[in-house]
């Protein structure tokens, strides 16, 4: 490697004269040894004393994650890859357009070397079954499904080949948690892994009942709930909603349905169960709010009680004319 040759006591000045003249070789480390320094540079330079030495190169550091697959994916492909993926503790999954399903192993290696999480896998398909759960393929990294995310203080244990979570949801279970006051009894009748009642639980005083028909969501929330130090505050069930409510003796304060893509079909069951003045916070996937206050209104109007929707939001993205949307209603 040609480089440049100072004393020691010229190293520094000399250096910046360099970079300054655009004339240093920033791929490789500035070496010094005795009473010298050695300056890379990629040409003789006049004024200046070379020598060639042995320096060792630096290694690049990508800025993003596009810059990694440069070289093995073209310019068009970089565009049409998807590079937002979701990180779930230490785990992160690629959403990978099929066009580029036969690069997947390329693009997992990247997306470890850029993120230095455990293990990368790939969405086989959507959310699907009554669990809600889709196929992962691995890429990279560690073949290791179980994990535990960090959200706003609480710590969430899963395994997400057995359950469904999405990070993406925690501002909303931030503003739901927020919303609530002490001394309220709640359901959550579709909790998962319990980010809901755990998020909530830790920051308020109230009783939480949690259901869901995944066994394993129970099981990681019966979990979590222990390591949060939760116990008392949470009850979990697990069943169908509209059948393990039957034995429940008590109305509340506040009933959570995320479950976007079913939640309409259990508005009757959670109408019944609303204490006068209560709220619902109902989800949907919709382009609009208006499907899902009509739906509400209609559930109410059946059951002899009227809403007041509250408050209405888009809490994220589904495809460019669908969204996941909120409606919170005060139920009288």
Known sequence: MK??????????????ELMEKGLMNMEYRIKAEDDFGYIPVSEDIEGYEIVCMHLEPLKKVAHNFSELLEGELTSEEIENLKTSFDTIGDIVILEIPDELYEKRQIIGEA?????????????????????????????????????????HGARLKLDVREVYFSPRLATERKRVMESVSDGEKILDMFCGIGPFPIVIARNKNVEITAVDINESAIKYLDENIRMNKLKGSIETYCGDVREVSKSFNCKFDRIIMNLPGLAYSFLDVAVNLIKDGGTINYYEFSDSYEQGIKRLETACHEAGKTVKIT?????????PDEWH????????
């Open 3 to 16: 480089c440049v040759k100072v004393p020691l006591r010229q190293l520094n000045d000399t250096r910046i």
């Open 111 to 151: 997306a470890h070397e850029f993120t230095k999480r455990k293990a990368i896998y790939m969405k086989k398909s959507a959310i699907k079954g009554t669990i809600r759960i889709r196929d992962l393929e691995f890429l990279a990294g560690e073949d290791d499904s179980v994990t535990i995310h960090k959200e």
């Open 311 to 319: 408050n209405t939001r888009k809490v994220k993205s589904i495809s």
């Open 325 to 332: 949307v909120a409606i919170d209603g005060k139920v009288n």
